[in-house]
């Protein structure tokens, strides 16, 4: 079966650079969720979109951004990278608004920024 | 005080034991409950999803929730050494579709031979 499919996998970039992550999730899933994780701690909610408009924002901070467009496929853009920032980026996707709540996480892209 | 709150562990524990993880929370909002199996570096992938107070079994793994007492649990039996990994709990708000999941901190499991 179709999973979440994030690129890249890895990501190595310098301090006040930018980033774009981006997110294919499951196909006629109609919610996408990022989340960021930083080493030995649990999946902290960046922010999610349903059917191509934000529905919830967590601790996203203002120096990024996201957005889902026609296709449902989702990025995240990180600008004026902070050493802080370093972590691995998840997305995941589910079928929220049809009443199936669970959410299928992808495999994730690793920031590093040096 | 978080949410959810998880032992940490790490739990080390002999092949063929029954594993006991657990995590509480503190919003009564929280109506639907997921458990989270994540190797190194790895996505987190999907093994337990409940929405009500009781039971559920799928394979060797058995999900329980108490509403009442804010309280869930999963249950692993015969451990493998291939469930060595990190657990983690989830838990939403039906009344927040398309809402955020609260995860606990994780529980690290090591399942020796």
């Known amino acids: 079966a179709a999973g979440v499919i994030q690129s890249p996998r890895h990501l190595i970039k310098e301090k006040r650079e930018t980033a774009t992550l981006k997110c294919y999730p499951i196909p006629r899933h109609d919610t996408v969720y990022w989340y960021q994780q930083g080493p030995g701690q649990d999946p902290q909610f960046l922010i999610s979109f349903y059917e191509k408009m934000q529905s919830d924002k967590g601790s996203i901070p203002d120096r990024f951004s996201a957005q889902q467009f026609s296709d449902y496929h989702s990025e995240l853009n990180m600008s004026s990278l902070e050493l802080g920032d370093s972590a691995l980026y998840f997305c995941?996707?589910?079928?929220?608004?049809?009443?199936?709540?669970?959410?299928?996480f992808g495999q994730g892209t690793r920031l590093t920024v040096v | 005080q978080k949410e959810v709150e998880q032992d940490p562990g790490p739990l080390s524990v002999p092949e063929g034991a029954i594993v006991s993880l657990n995590c509480t929370y503190s919003?009564?909002?929280?109506?639907?409950f997921m458990w989270y199996r994540q190797y190194s570096r790895k996505g987190p992938e999907l093994l337990m999803y409940t929405y009500s107070s009781g039971n559920k079994e799928d394979g060797r793994f058995t999900a329980q929730v108490d509403k009442s007492s804010k309280y869930i649990s999963l249950f692993i039996r015969d451990s493998q050494p291939s469930d060595s990994a990190t657990y983690l709990c989830a838990m939403g708000s039906i009344y927040n579709q398309g809402g955020k999941l609260i995860f606990g901190q994780g529980t690290e499991l090591s399942v020796k031979p």
């Open positions: 919003n009564s909002a929280f109506q639907y």
């Open positions: 995941a996707s589910s079928l929220a608004h049809r009443g199936n709540p669970e959410a299928f």
